[in-house]
């Protein structure tokens, strides 16, 4: 005859099913089983001008003076004999870049290039071109992307996918960026879409974006991406001027 389990040894051969179980999550999400938020780090590369752009601005007075449209403005790529002043359609002489041609305010680096000041005032602090209203030329200013996206900071490094969107120069004086993009990711670890959103401060030592949702593995992901600015490696040569943002994205579901 077979002797009955006793309620203390059903009780233990629960427990071992729930452990054998939690470690087989533990394998699939590491992160789940501990508990914590996931984290992605992230790299985008922002380029304006040269052969290989991934940014164009398209309106604003900076967007048409980058792209020839003003009266007398440089194209990009012509550089002007030394003290050659070139005036924009307001009269005022738009301050660019020596290499590229790019009118500094435009962009992420804002007034400034290579960590270089566009000007300064009796304060030290980069001085912002004004146009005939009190604001900055760059105001208003409507930059689209297709950023690339990298898993680490040089620029030759895995590509994760792009940054598709836009950003707007939002402020008078040439310092925020409001921010709207998604994240495309393409394949093996990474996967899907992620949307942010938010005020980019130019010359910050950080900014956040809020993360508002996503598709995919992402779905219904929330959070915020911590945003730095970076000086770019140099290993991998462009003829643009590129700025680099590192994010740390904190997401829970």
Known sequence: MFKEPSTASILLALLISLAHAAGICAAVDPVAAAGEEPILELYMHDILGGSNPT???ITGLLGNIYSGQVPFARPIGFVPPQGVAIPNANGAIPSVNGINGI?????LAGTTFAGKPNGQNLNGNPATQLGPDGLGLGFGTITVIDDILTSTPELG????????????AS???GSTQMMAFTAMFEGGEYGDSLNFYGIYKIGSTMSRLSVTGGTGKFK?????????SLIPSGQHFIDGAETLLRFTVNLSY
């Open 103 to 107: 009118p500094l305010g435009t962009g």
């Open 157 to 168: 490094s895995q590509s994760v996918g792009k940054a598709q969107g836009v950003y707007v």
């Open 220 to 228: 219904n992901a929330r959070g915020f991406a911590e945003v730095r």
């Open 171 to 173: 402020s008078g004086d």
């Open 55 to 57: 940014a164009r601005p």
